[in-house]
Structure formats: C-alpha cells, structure tokens
Nanobody, 121 residues
Framework: VQLQASGGGLVQAGDSLRLSCVVSGGTFGSFAMGWFRQAPGKEREFVSVVSASGRATMHVADVKGRFTISRDNAKSTVLLQMNSLKPEDTGVYYC???????????????WGQGTLVTVSS
C-alpha cells in the first residue's frame, strides 16, 4: 500500500489549504484514513480520521470547526480541508491508513511521506 500526500505550502494566518492523499496498492474502501502532523521538535500527533465508509469523522479538539476530512472512494483519495489556519498548525502532515477507525497512531499500518504546511503570523 502506498500513500502520496500533497497540497502543503506556505500560507499566512487565516488562510486555507487543502491536503490530498492518494492511496494505491490496496483496497482503499476498507481503510479508515487519518491525518497526523508533526511540528518541529514535537511528537507526531493525531489530527483527523474518516471511517472507511466516510460516514464518521473525528478531529482533535483544536482543529474542530476549522478542518474537514473527507474521502472519495472512487478516486482512492482522502482530503483535509484546513481553514482559518494558525501558526500553531505548522508542521509536516502525514496521511495514514488503518484497518480500524481510530485516533491512535500505533494502529495505523501504512503512512505517506508527509507534506509541509507552514503558517506565518
């Protein structure tokens, strides 16, 4: 299973970005798909997850109301729409696939390479 994330960049506080992750080599519709981020010098942390069906989503508290996760099973793609970005959202964002709907990093079996998001103040 291969995951390819894209869409990162340098933006100003208050701007929006949309991250994409395309999955190949596996049965996309069987995976819960998550996004994690890692700020410089910090642990990789959970951001959002969408269930395999797309009917359930979960977000970390500080992105609720600003970030939306969605998936297109026909295109084997998961999206993370990030609005009202803040400097503290800066980090490398990773998409990941798991066989269960979870926020636990260790339960994700497959990871993408990461895409850098930098939010300036």
């Amino acid at each position: 299973v291969q995951l390819q994330a894209s869409g990162g960049g340098l933006v100003q506080a208050g701007d929006s970005l949309r991250l994409s992750c395309v999955v190949s080599g596996g049965t996309f519709g069987s995976f819960a798909m998550g996004w994690f981020r890692q700020a410089p010098g910090k642990e990789r942390e959970f951001v959002s997850v969408v269930s395999a069906s797309g009917r359930a989503t979960m977000h970390v508290a500080d992105v609720k109301g600003r970030f939306t996760i969605s998936r297109d099973n026909a295109k084997s793609t998961v999206l993370l729409q990030m609005n009202s970005l803040k400097p503290e959202d800066t980090g490398v964002y990773y998409c990941a696939a798991a066989t269960q709907y979870t926020a636990t990093r260790g339960r994700y079996d497959h990871w993408g390479q990461g895409t850098l998001v930098t939010v300036s103040s």
